[in-house]
């Protein structure tokens, strides 16, 4: 079966300071793309990253990274110098086809 | 308008009562989306048209029923719907066979309240 696991239901983090969320997944494919979703309360969901399964570097976007363990079947989110624009609802998800594979979801909560 | 939106961002409606939610791409993408949000529950994949044909519906009770009249809009037609229906509807679309394999982009979605 497919599936996502994120099994921090909430998290927080002081501003400024780093938080990692964690995701496993669960496929038989050995090429898919995984991704992190980010909603924040009452707004849309937006794309944060995206990694390629078959590329063993983990991918960057500014001060969100991730840790792609592929064979542990882990992607992990790391949020550096946190924000309170940070604050939101963070979706962990990988594709099979044209379908994503959702986890339920983990609350980041940012503290002043 | 940019991106996806979706009409109206709140619904109230009765189990007896027929309404439609409205998804609007601006995006030039070739699929689109309906998902089930609810609290706590992984984002439940309903429906996808890819190039206009319907291609999952996922075991989606009847009383949801979809139409693509082309690639730009999506609906979603409610009747007879029960209180576990109450949820947050997300819209989305992507573009299918692009090297950016699966971005969707969402739109804010209709909360939807049956009473």
């Known amino acids: 079966a497919q599936t996502v696991t994120q099994s921090q239901p909430e998290m927080s983090v002081q501003e400024a300071e780093t938080v990692t969320l964690s995701c496993t997944y669960d496929?038989?494919?050995?090429?898919?793309?995984l991704f992190w979703y980010k909603q924040p309360p009452s707004r849309q969901m937006i794309l944060v990253i995206r990694q390629e399964a078959y590329k063993q570097q983990n991918a960057t976007e500014n001060r969100f990274s991730v840790n792609f363990q592929k064979a542990a079947k882990s992607f992990s989110l790391k949020i550096s110098d946190s924000q309170l624009g940070d604050a939101a609802m963070y979706f962990c998800?990988?594709?099979?086809?044209?379908?994503?594979?959702w986890g339920a979801g983990t609350k980041l909560i940012i503290k002043p | 308008e940019t991106g996806v939106t979706q009409t109206p961002r709140h619904l109230v409606m009765g189990m007896t009562n027929k309404k439609s939610l409205k998804c609007e791409q601006h995006l030039g993408h070739n699929a689109m989306y309906w998902y089930k949000q609810s609290a706590k529950k992984p984002l439940e994949l309903m429906f996808v048209?890819?190039?206009?044909?319907?291609?999952e519906n996922n075991s989606v009770p009847s009383r949801f029923s979809p139409e693509c009249p082309n690639s730009s809009h999506l609906f979603l037609h409610l009747h007879t719907l029960q209180p576990e229906d109450s949820a947050l509807y997300l819209c989305?679309?992507?573009?299918?066979?692009?090297?950016?394999?699966?971005?969707?982009?969402f739109g804010p979605g209709t909360r939807l309240t049956v009473l």
């Open positions: 048209y890819n190039f206009k044909e319907q291609t």
């Open positions: 989305a679309s992507s573009q299918e066979g692009s090297w950016n394999a699966n971005e969707q982009f």
């Open positions: 496929t038989s494919e050995s090429d898919y793309y």
């Open positions: 998800a990988f594709n099979i086809y044209y379908q994503l594979i």
